[in-house]
């Protein structure tokens, strides 16, 4: 599951057990990423608060499963293959077409976004590519470029709290040595309209 020891559901107590029910899916599952802030879980609240507000909060305006577009790019950039299987898998779930999906998944995979992407999604994938590879290059002209493209300032800050926020998920999970074994792929805390539901269903 991981590198280091974790703490089983079965096994949680006072404020970790909290944590694991609001966070678990079906038969009291938690995903492996969230048990691996087991031994401190104020890390895991903290994860979780910035995950549901990042990618699942009704304040967002750019579509959810473009999010999670963004999400497979760079989790595919750096080589998480937990991440890109999990948000695969919600992307799927979100679009409820497998083969625009995978369509989806291969244009990312090759970086070649105007296979199956718009003009205006090719912008933000981009953008999210250059913050992922190398953040320090990014220059006002990529957001000029975003705004451009159709997304205002609000929505260009969505699209980067997202590449950033799977750029920590990443390397928490390849740091870690996290793996899928046991998890329920394509869960997530859904229910945007409730930024204090964190249940995966």
Request: aromatic share 8%.
């Amino acid at each position: 599951m991981t590198w280091i020891n974790t703490i089983a559901y079965d096994d949680a107590s006072g404020r970790l057990k909290q944590l694991y029910d609001r966070v678990k899916g079906p038969d009291d599952n938690v995903d492996n990423i969230m048990m691996a802030h087991s031994l401190r879980p104020h890390t895991m609240d903290g994860h979780m608060a910035l995950y549901k507000y990042a990618l699942h909060h009704s304040a967002n305006t750019v579509p959810k499963w473009f999010l999670e577009a963004i999400g497979v790019l760079v989790s595919h950039l750096n080589r998480c293959s937990y991440c890109v299987e999990h948000h695969f898998s919600g992307m799927t779930r979100l679009l409820g077409d497998a083969g625009r999906a995978n369509a989806l998944r291969a244009a990312i995979e090759a970086e070649r976004y105007a296979d199956a992407f718009d003009a205006r999604e090719q912008a933000a994938l981009a953008y999210a590519g250059k913050l992922t590879r190398a953040a320090a290059s990014v220059t006002e002209a990529d957001i000029a470029a975003m705004r451009a493209a159709g997304f205002d300032d609000g929505q260009i800050l969505e699209i980067n709290q997202v590449a950033a926020y799977f750029a920590y998920a990443n390397r928490t999970v390849l740091g870690l040595g996290v793996n899928t074994d046991g998890d329920i792929l394509g869960l997530s805390p859904n229910n945007s309209d409730d930024p204090n539901d964190w249940s995966h269903r």
